[in-house]
């Protein structure tokens, strides 16, 4: 189902500005699982220093965009342009190093080593020390563990004392929940991202976690100038921080706009909570 952004009450696509403007652009892409479509004529814009949010029932097809922007997948139609470039099929180590950091659903931690460590071995893909050097300890490889020392202090610092730096030492598994979430959105932003994806970041935490994890989202905008894309469940969080909603049923884009016109669309309800049994009844 396709939303008509003529139609009354509809939540169609915003006019953001010629595509150039964005930092992201999603054109018409498709994607393909042998029979199954998990994503279909998809047009999605992220501009600069814009916060998006991506919703969506489970299967919608919400993961598969990150999977396709970060190079996971390559998509069986249409493009994917960062920064006015196609990176649609690039190696996903390549995108990261133009600019784009994600998170997962799932936590992807090194949890055996300490805090520090782990944010710092976000660093080393733009590094160019050789291992050798690094062995021999000469000085390029030197200078470059400073200075990805000192860009993981900077970023841990972000966070105050939930990532205060008496924990720097310690090795993630001893964090709680919250502050793993965290320490993982630590060790994106030091790639020094144009582009952040958060896949459902405030996921499993409590009412005073969500919140705080709501705002930290729009300080990351805010202070450290990147645009964010993010996967969320929690409309809380949704509608405290999205310049834009895009909703998604079954890999199909059926509203756009600003979070009150979405969340109370037809086909978004519809999406979440099926159709009223009334309205099948009559229907039929």
């Known amino acids: ?53 991506l919703i969506g029932p489970n299967g919608a097809g919400k993961t598969s965009v990150f999977n396709v922007i970060t190079g996971v997948y390559e998509p069986s139609e249409g493009d994917v342009v960062f920064g006015g470039k196609s990176i649609a099929g690039l190696y996903p180590h390549t995108i990261a190093r133009m600019g784009i950091a994600r998170t997962f659903q799932s936590l992807r931690l090194f949890l055996n080593m ?18 050798w050097e690094s062995v021999l300890r000469l000085p390029r490889a030197r200078r ?23 924990r720097w030492d310690q090795p993630a598994y001893s964090l709680s929940y919250a502050n793993r979430r965290r320490l993982e959105i630590a060790r994106a932003l030091a790639t020094r991202p144009r582009l952040l994806l958060l896949d459902e970041p405030a996921a499993g935490m409590n009412p005073a976690e969500t919140h705080e994890i709501t705002e930290l989202i729009s300080r990351l905008r805010d202070e450290r100038d990147v645009a964010i894309l993010v996967i969320e469940h929690d409309m809380h969080v949704v509608g405290s ?11 199909v884009k059926i509203a756009e706009g600003g979070f009150d016109a979405v969340a109370s669309h037809p086909a978004v309800v519809e999406a979440y909570l099926g159709r009223d049994p009334e309205a099948l009844s009559d229907a039929g």
């Open 114 to 131: 300490s805090v520090m460590e782990n944010v710092m071995a976000a660093t080393y893909g733009h590094t160019k020390a050789m291992p």
């Open 241 to 251: 921080c999205s310049d834009r909603v895009v909703a998604l049923d079954h890999g």
């Open 144 to 166: 470059e563990e400073r200075e990805a020392r000192a860009l993981a202090t900077d970023v841990l610092s972000f966070f105050g004392q939930r990532l205060a730096g008496y």
């Open 1 to 53: 189902m396709t939303t008509d952004p003529n139609e009354p009450g509809t939540a169609g696509p915003q006019d953001n500005g010629p595509a150039e403007a964005s930092v992201l652009q999603l054109d018409s892409l498709s994607l393909s699982f042998g029979g199954l479509r998990a994503l279909s004529e998809l047009d999605l814009q992220v501009r600069d220093r814009e916060i998006v949010s």
